[in-house]
């Protein structure tokens, strides 16, 4: 049987900006609740995607929360069979990874990653 040793997650800055609807308490002239929300576009950000080694992924808007979920630091390996940490990744992305192309040689017939 092999372990399959993965990154717990991997990281992702999505370039440009991006809308998101802000919700703010609505509240009378002298600032005293009034119940309910007031909603408004704004443009911000567009923030990060987390990836898992399951096949989900979440989009994270800030950088503050980005800390807060401890993201911002090397992602330790998981042994995905039994949950045990296995120390930190490799520099090597599983988006890199997946984007690599795959040759067959003529002669050796072997498989070679460029």
Do not use: C
Not at 23 to 33: R, T
Not at 96 to 101: D, H, I, V
């Amino acid at each position: 049987m092999t372990e399959q040793i993965k990154p717990r997650f991997e990281v992702h800055k999505i370039e440009g900006k991006a809308k998101r609807k802000i919700a703010s308490p609505k509240a009378d002239k002298e600032g005293k609740l009034l119940g309910g929300f007031d909603f408004a576009d704004k443009e911000v950000d567009a923030g990060w995607m987390v990836y898992f080694p399951n096949g989900a992924s979440i989009h994270v808007w800030t950088e503050e929360e980005m800390e807060r979920q401890g993201f911002l630091g090397k992602a330790h390996l998981v042994n995905m069979e039994t949950g045990d940490d296995m120390g930190t990744a490799s520099d090597t992305s599983l988006r890199a990874r997946s984007e690599q192309k795959v040759k067959v040689s003529k002669t050796s017939k072997v498989h070679h990653v460029t």
